[in-house]
């Protein structure tokens, strides 16, 4: 019985071409990112997917499935981890702006780390809690993937964006409550189903568009 481990080349490049993406050098440059992330993840524990097969689904393909819903950027990646899905949207497409945002200093090494050797000069690392990043209105999107509910991502990374800019949350099933739960001043502006190669569960985008009205301010941080 076949794997997604039998063939990872092969199940990048078919998973590319299924997104409108077949691009050899993008394979390329995928593959070596993932390199990156096995043998970092050794000792910093990136990721708990550790077979290549599922890495390339459940990371790569499944972050690449959102690049018709992002625009020309400039994009703030919360959260960004292993640097998904900042580093895939930023191979995809060298002319997109790419802020990936990480607390952890591990992690955001791997970062920096990673954006070198990847010759990514479209992304900058920055090492902070996104709420306390002060630069109010500077991205037109913003996305995150598990990061919380949709109020918790406004919260911590709604002023980076300026009026108009859109939060592109990455879900499995459509959260209805959470939606219902949107602050004042932010709105749904439509939840598009996912169909991601080489993965059979749900996934939805759900996109959510500051008002204009709404002012850009920096987010205060709470006090333990």
């Known amino acids: 019985m076949n794997t997604l481990s039998d063939n990872p080349s092969r199940l990048l490049a078919d998973g590319l071409a299924a997104l409108g993406l077949a691009d050899p050098s993008l394979g390329q440059r995928l593959d070596t990112y993932l390199d990156l992330i096995e043998r970092w993840n050794r000792a910093y524990n990136l990721t708990a997917v550790r077979d290549r097969g599922e890495m390339i689904v459940r990371h790569l393909l499944d972050s690449l499935v959102v690049s018709p819903f992002v625009g020309s950027g400039p994009l703030a ?93 990455l879900k499995g099933q459509r959260p209805d409550e959470e939606i219902a739960g949107l602050p004042r001043g932010w709105r749904l502006d439509r939840i598009a189903a996912l169909s991601v190669p080489g993965l059979s569960a749900q996934r939805h985008l759900v996109i959510v568009v500051r008002d204009p009205d709404t002012p850009s301010t920096v987010a205060v941080q709470e006090q333990p």
């Open 77 to 169: 990646d919360i959260g960004s981890g292993a640097g998904l899905p900042g580093i895939p949207l930023a191979l995809a497409d060298p002319d997109l702006a790419v802020m990936l945002i990480e607390s952890n200093g591990k992690k955001a090494r791997f970062l920096r780390e990673a954006v070198r050797r990847l010759g990514l000069g479209n992304v900058r690392v920055i090492e902070a809690r996104a709420e306390a990043v002060p630069e109010p209105g500077c991205c037109d999107c913003l996305t995150a993937r598990a990061f919380g509910t949709l109020a918790e991502l406004i919260r911590v990374g709604g002023h980076l964006l300026g009026p108009g800019g859109r939060v592109l949350a």
